[in-house]
């Protein structure tokens, strides 16, 4: 290598060494053009809290189910496999359903018919019916009328002693009382279709469809059967068939566990246990994460405890984060819960939001003012003295974890009660990092929405 050729060399290596070490020196990572970021601020309290005692429990899941076929079949679908999410009421598994459909089908038909008789019966008869029943009893009276007033006048020939012979009388007789039964039929028949159908045979039809609408949707039911579906929102830890296996009865096709919430168990000591309450927040921390801490809340208290170690069951609910991949919180993860179960005493607590993890220890950023810059060489012109208020900036303190009191931490660190520390906008801070308060939350609550927004630009400029 030439000397020319090595000296360009060292020269690029040296700028490049001073360009990283310009981004890594603190307060000097955004360049002289590069504006602070926006930060959201809460301030630091004091009150008063019970002293805590750290017990060890597993991350459980808030339900599980192991979801069974009710029917016997084969399997045509299984669509889901192992660590995937499903939807309440999502398909697990599907069984053939090809005879099943065939008969809801030939149940539907029959339902069909069923309708339409009954629908028959409730119109009655038709104008055209009753028109005809109307005139056959009109003709009937005529045959009536007829044959009554021939037998009056061969009644009145014979009185007068006229021809006519008694088997002649009789026969006018026979034929009028013909005529008159048959306008008695006729008019039965006319009240008839004007009626309609008896109430009882409404009723045989109304039963026949009743009956046959019951074994359609039997028939449905069963074709639900077939479908295995998810009980809740979930993730699928246990596959229990395969597509083209038989399935029985009562066989588990998968299993279901719900991680939206979480609930860890803590066995407490009987000297321990009257002090907790239902609903008491709970600080969680689950060591095997980036970011371990959580608060939680006390879900119940068993009133049955262990007869041997004198230990009492105490479930923690925890609301878990989830990821567009899995939950942050799984099924057995190693958790530690700090309930406060000792005397009050006086501690400083911040917002949950305000602690930061990834190193030795957690810490959080306090924000005050800036240091003066230095000041330069001999010969050097003095900085000129800035104008308007000093710029403020973040400094890390190391802090210790105590009991949850709401959203809020009690720590031990050196913060005094009034310092204000960040919890928005914390994720990237840096030691003398400057940065611009947006927003300053009132109390140690969780900041919400409306602080979150205020790290947006749009918020920012607004609020130049």
């Given amino acids: 290598m030439t000397d020319g050729l090595r000296w360009r060399s060292l020269v690029f290596f040296s700028v490049c060494w001073l360009a990283f070490g310009a981004i890594d020196r603190p307060g000097r990572a955004q360049g002289p053009n590069m504006p602070p970021p926006p930060v959201v601020v809460a301030r630091v309290i004091k009150k008063e809290v019970a002293s805590g005692q750290t017990y060890v429990g597993t991350v459980m899941p808030s339900k599980r189910s192991a979801v069974g076929s009710a029917v016997d079949g084969r399997v ?3 669509p889901v496999n192992v660590g995937d999410r499903v939807q309440k009421g999502q398909p697990l598994c599907q069984l053939l359903t090809e005879t099943i459909n065939l008969q809801i089908a030939a149940a539907e038909a029959e339902w069909r018919l069923r309708e339409s008789e009954l629908a028959e019966l409730k119109n009655g008869s038709r104008p055209e019916e009753i028109a005809q029943a109307e005139a056959r009893m009109q003709a009937s009276e005529s045959a009536r009328d007829f044959a009554s007033g021939r037998l009056k006048r061969a009644a009145q020939l014979a009185k007068q002693g006229q021809t006519i012979t ?3 009388l009789e026969e006018y007789q026979s034929t009028s009382t013909t005529a008159e039964r048959m306008l008695h039929a006729a008019q039965q028949e006319h009240q008839l279709a004007v009626k309609g159908p008896r109430p009882e045979r409404i009723a045989q039809a109304q039963a026949k469809l009743d009956g046959q609408r019951e074994l359609v949707q039997q028939l449905q039911d069963q074709l639900k059967k077939h479908t295995m579906i998810a009980p809740f929102d979930g993730y699928v ?3 229990g068939t395969e597509q083209g296996e038989w399935v029985t009865r009562g066989q588990v096709v998968a299993t279901v566990i ?6 860890i168990e803590a066995h407490v000591l009987d000297s321990q246990i009257d002090p907790i309450r239902v609903g008491m927040p709970v600080r969680v921390e689950v060591i095997a994460l980036k970011q371990p801490l959580f608060v939680g809340a006390v879900e119940h208290v068993s009133s049955q405890g262990d007869l041997k170690s004198r230990t009492f069951p105490v479930s ?7 990821r567009e991949d899995s939950p942050t919180l799984k099924a057995g993860m190693v958790a530690r819960v700090t309930l406060p179960v000792g005397q009050p005493h ?5 917002p949950k939001d305000s602690i930061v993890f990834g190193g030795p220890a957690p810490v959080v950023y306090v924000v005050g003012p800036l240091p003066p810059p230095a000041a330069g060489a001999a010969g050097t012109p003095k900085p000129a003295a800035p104008v308007g208020p000093p710029p403020e900036g973040v400094r890390p303190v190391r802090v210790e974890l105590g009991i949850a009191d709401g959203n809020a931490i009690e720590v031990v660190g050196e913060l005094t009660a009034g310092d204000r520390v960040v919890v928005l906008g914390n994720e990237r801070l840096r030691p003398g990092q ?7 939350v009132t109390a140690p609550e969780e900041p919400g929405e409306k602080a979150a927004a205020a790290t947006k630009p749009n918020a920012v400029q607004s609020e130049k």
């Fill in 258 to 263: 719900a991680l939206d919430e979480i609930e």
């Fill in 76 to 78: 045509t679908n299984y």
């Fill in 237 to 239: 830890v246990h596959e």
């Fill in 434 to 440: 400057p940065v611009r308060v947006t927003r300053e």
């Fill in 346 to 350: 006086e501690a400083i607590v911040v």
């Fill in 316 to 322: 923690i609910r925890v609301k878990n984060v989830i």
């Fill in 166 to 168: 008694q088997e002649q």
